[in-house]
């Protein structure tokens, strides 16, 4: 399998502690319908913690370093 292939490397893995934060935080509120929604996301967003956001970031390195010494295969239970 091709690193680009591996499933671990899928963003849905990484980015999974950003979004369970924002959806708290979005739907803290009643959403109306998805203008609402939209406003909402841009909302938490902007007042989205930096730090929480770097971390996300660095968590690629050890990622990346893990898939090429798989070979491109699974790595997750590496990490």
């Known amino acids: 399998m091709k690193p680009p292939t591996s499933p671990d ?3 849905g893995t990484s980015d999974y502690h950003l979004w369970s934060i924002l959806e ?3 739907y803290h509120t ?3 319908d998805v203008n609402h929604f939209k406003t909402r996301l841009v ?21 990346l370093r893990s898939c090429i010494q798989q070979g491109g295969g699974h790595f997750e239970h590496r990490l």
């Open 9 to 11: 490397l899928n963003l």
């Open 24 to 26: 708290q935080r979005v």
């Open 30 to 32: 009643h959403i109306d």
């Open 43 to 63: 909302e938490e967003w902007q007042k989205f913690d930096q730090k929480i956001i770097d971390w996300a970031i660095k968590q690629w390195r050890p990622r």
